[in-house]
């Protein structure tokens, strides 16, 4: 078959843009371990000097990382003046880690990808198993980091008012059941919007239990909060809300869990189902999902390798769409379930007994 050489310049061209991403993925991550952006935030034009003593880094290195910054467009640089300076757009990306677009820590969840390059290789050689708690620690502050941010912007002021009269139910005083809750951001931001509620945090992954404990105790709200270590079917008491975010897809028994939960609400109950975005069919998402390249790539090497790992291994995958998450909800047993709302990265469903 003949090459067509215009296809595949444009294939090299998507390649380069890749092989950058990765790259420039990387100095973002060490951007932010090493305190650079936070060392420029709102400091103005800096030298490569300036920045490197402020962040007690290498000068020969510091300037470097900065040309590859101002290069990848995230760091402006004055060639007449030789400064570097991280607008306030960038410093909110980059530097703050409050701020409703920080998504530079979201990288380590990317370098665990590298890292566990080997052990998602056996797994597709092998019964495609490869349970959460194998993976390098930098995916569990990653995928905290990640999804933290749209957490803390949406959770408490769009998506769970979106949910038909949780809002007002937890504001009163409401229990709630956060299952596969990792790091515990999700519970943190609603032990602070519903202080007369209590926020009680599930996951399977001990040190992952261990850092939400950290973390509610860090944000004041360890007083109406509570973590145990447990499955996704054996954590105990009933819920007027019961939360997965971003996590039943990663379950090998999204039905019986979906279930469990239905057995763990309170009568009128809502299950808050938050799942990366997806299109329904798979040819459509592939060419009309914006994210849908970087969610096949998590799903193939973490999340479908851990519900494979889990009895019944059902590898939903993190790019399952609507129409087969109902599917399991139905089988479970729900009799509504609806789109409550969504974002560019998540879709927040509501199913109902
Ligand atoms: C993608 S992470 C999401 C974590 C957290 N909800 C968030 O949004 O940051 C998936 C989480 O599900 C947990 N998990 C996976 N399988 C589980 C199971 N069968 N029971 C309980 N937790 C499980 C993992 O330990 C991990 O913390």
């Keep these: 078959m003949a090459v067509d050489e215009q296809r595949l310049e444009q294939l090299m061209g998507t390649m380069v ?21 936070r060392a420029m935030a709102g400091s103005g034009p800096l030298s490569a000097d300036d920045v490197a003593s402020k962040s007690k880094c290498n000068p020969r290195l510091v300037r470097e990382w900065l040309d590859g910054q101002a290069a990848g467009g995230l760091v402006h640089y004055d060639a007449a003046k030789d400064t570097y300076e991280l607008s ?45 708690k194998d993976h390098h620690p930098c995916l569990f502050s990653g ?37 596969g809750c990792g790091h515990g951001a999700s519970v943190v931001v609603m032990a602070e919007a519903f202080p007369n509620s209590k926020i009680a945090g ?25 973590f145990e270590v447990t499955t996704a079917k054996g954590y105990p008491g009933t819920y007027d809300l019961v939360c997965f975010f971003d996590c039943l897809h990663d379950m090998g028994d999204p039905v019986g869990i ?39 790539a998590a799903s193939s090497s973490i999340c479908t390798p851990n519900s494979l790992s889990q009895e019944v291994g059902l590898g939903l995958g993190a790019q399952a769409g ?31 007994a």
């Design 258 to 296: 979906a279930r469990y939960a239905l057995e763990h609400l309170e009568p009128d109950g809502t299950v808050m189902l938050v799942e990366p975005f997806a299109l329904d069919g798979r040819a459509e998402n592939m060419t009309e999902n914006p994210m849908a390249a970087l969610l096949y």
């Design 17 to 37: 843009g890749y092989m950058t991403g990765g790259a420039v993925c990387f100095s973002v991550w060490l951007g932010d371990e090493l305190g650079l952006y």
């Design 88 to 132: 306030e757009e960038a410093a909110m990306a980059l530097a703050d880690d409050e701020s409703p677009a920080f998504v530079a820590r979201a990288m380590n969840a990317f370098g665990s990808m590298f890292i566990d390059m080997e052990k998602v290789r056996d797994a597709f050689r092998g019964d495609g198993a490869l349970s959460w």
């Design 322 to 352: 609507e129409e087969r998450l109902r599917q399991v909800f139905e089988e479970a047993g729900f009799g509504s379930f609806r789109r409550a709302t969504e974002t560019p990265l998540n879709m927040i469903l509501e199913a109902k």
């Design 143 to 179: 995928t905290e980091w990640f999804f933290r941010t749209g957490y803390r912007a949406m959770l408490a002021t769009a998506w769970i008012p979106a949910l038909d009269g949780v809002s007002e139910k937890l504001a009163q005083g409401a229990n709630v059941a956060d299952v």
């Design 202 to 226: 599930f996951d399977f992954h001990e040190a992952s239990i261990a850092t939400a404990r950290k973390r509610a105790a860090d944000a004041g709200v360890a007083d109406r909060t509570s």
